[in-house]
């Protein structure tokens, strides 16, 4: 499965392997997901969100305001928006894919 944990950790560590050969320990790398697009006119509606490709890739999340950060100190660190009741209701609850 493209998007299980396991894939993702594997992903991960390609990845740091990668960026370790071209990263000093002060730098910092940032992958954000993206915010929702609000349809004009449409006042409070939104377009489907759809994460950054390359987020998506590396967190396996179609969450917005997402950041996976990496640092060759620190290795990666996924940051998400708790879900809340209202998100719930409004997005179905859009959830880290497992």
Not at 5 to 21: C, G, V, Y
Not at 84 to 98: L, N, Q, S
């Amino acid at each position: 499965m493209i998007f299980s944990p396991a894939a993702i950790t594997e992903r991960k560590r390609r990845t740091a392997m990668a960026l370790n050969s071209v990263l000093k320990n002060e730098d910092t790398v940032l992958v954000y997901s993206g915010t929702p697009i609000q349809k004009p006119g449409g006042f409070d509606q939104t377009y489907p969100f759809l994460p950054h490709p390359d987020y998506f890739w590396v967190s396996g999340s179609r969450r917005p305001y997402g950041v996976s950060a990496y640092t060759r100190t620190d290795g990666w660190i996924d940051f998400l928006l708790p879900v809340t009741r209202e998100g719930k209701i409004w997005e179905g609850g859009a959830d880290v894919i497992p």
